[in-house]
């Protein structure tokens, strides 16, 4: 079993996402854009929001809902930083429901993505 978060928790995920992964979305998803091509690629937004996403599965956590913000565009070779806040946790018989925060930045510290998520974590 998943260790249930507490409220006011953070976790945190950094990476960076190349040309062969937007290829690979654009491909996977549809979204063909030509700003998603050319000598400086711009990452899915979609695909930038597998930052929370990914600190979620690390909690087993399953979405309900979730929020975006897409603040500022993202480009292939530039590292991205999530942060994720548990706003809440509310424990019931057979699972945990949680709401979350998260705010992704580039390396100059601007915000890029910011959202927030509800779902729950099964016992």
């Known amino acids: 079993m998943v260790d ?5 928790d953070v976790a945190t995920y950094s ?17 063909q854009g030509t700003h ?11 695909l930038t ?17 979730m929020e975006f913000e897409f603040r500022r565009p993202v480009y292939v070779g530039e590292e991205v930083s999530c942060e994720s806040r548990v706003e809440r946790v ?3 018989d057979d699972r945990y429901e949680m709401a979350a925060t998260f705010v992704c930045r580039n390396g100059d510290d601007e915000v890029v993505l910011e959202g927030r998520t509800e779902g729950v974590i099964f016992r």
Request: proline fraction near 6%; charged fraction near 35%.
């Open 4 to 8: 249930v978060p507490d409220e006011g």
């Open 15 to 31: 990476r960076t996402f190349t040309e062969r992964e937007v290829e690979q979305f654009a491909d996977l998803s549809g979204d």
């Open 36 to 46: 998603h091509e050319g000598d400086r690629p711009m990452v899915h937004g979609l």
């Open 49 to 65: 929001a597998t930052l929370p996403t990914k600190i979620g599965g690390d909690m087993d956590y399953v979405a309900r809902s």
């Open 90 to 92: 509310d424990e019931h």
